[in-house]
């Protein structure tokens, strides 16, 4: 019983595959996993990019946390329609992440921005290092209201866990390691 397989390819029945048609699959496999090795270089290339020093929460119109953190906002007013709701949930995910994983001085900046944003749900975050979580948050999404309501809470516990395991182990220096530190942080998100 022939039909299509794995990436495409034809695959045979119960008697096996071809060599051709191994050769084919071998090579997507091959590709497959230069991708993936690429992607963790980047990922980790990311991370070890990023200024472990602390959290800067002087600027003016920054909104205080507790354990001296504090939210900034970067978006030229254009969330101020959602700053309240915003200010709230970050407050509230905070507070609650502190009591599970307390640490001190972590800046959340929020931005109003498409570039790292889940189009799906209009908002997406980043831990860049051991004391800041990037908030983005597309503006002319039809999705906030209900996206920050169900979504925003999660997504920032899921970025203050990498926040605090930059701070102790790393997020990783493989792919292996970069999925551990994804497992944990969505566990952790639960």
Do not use: K
């Not at 299509?4 to 595959?17: F, K, L, P």
């Not at 996993?33 to 990311?46: C, D, E, I, M, Y």
């Not at 205080?64 to 309240?84: N, W």
């Not at 999404?141 to 996206?147: F, K, L, Q, V």
């Amino acid at each position: 019983m022939a039909g299509t397989g794995w990436m495409g390819t034809e695959r045979a029945g119960a008697e096996g595959v071809s060599p051709g048609r191994r050769r084919v699959r071998t090579h997507a496999l091959r590709r497959a996993s230069l991708s993936a090795g690429v992607l963790g270089a980047a990922l980790v290339a990311g991370a070890c990019a990023s200024s472990s020093g602390p959290a800067d929460c002087s600027s003016s119109g920054a909104v205080p946390l507790a354990a001296s953190g504090c939210i900034v906002y970067e978006d030229g007013g254009r969330l101020d329609a959602h700053r309240a709701q915003l200010t709230g949930l970050i407050e509230q995910g905070f507070e609650a992440s502190q009591r599970l994983l307390p640490m001190a001085g972590v800046r959340v900046r929020v931005f109003a921005q498409t570039r790292g944003v889940i189009p799906e749900i209009g908002i997406g975050g980043f831990s860049p290092s051991g004391d800041e979580v990037h908030l983005f948050v597309d503006p002319d999404s039809p999705r906030i209201p209900g996206s920050l309501e169900e979504e925003l809470i999660p997504l920032l516990a899921h970025e203050l866990h990498h926040t605090r395991r930059r701070r102790g182990p790393g997020y990783g220096a493989t792919l292996l390691e970069a999925m551990v530190s994804e497992g944990l942080a969505d566990h952790y998100s639960m």
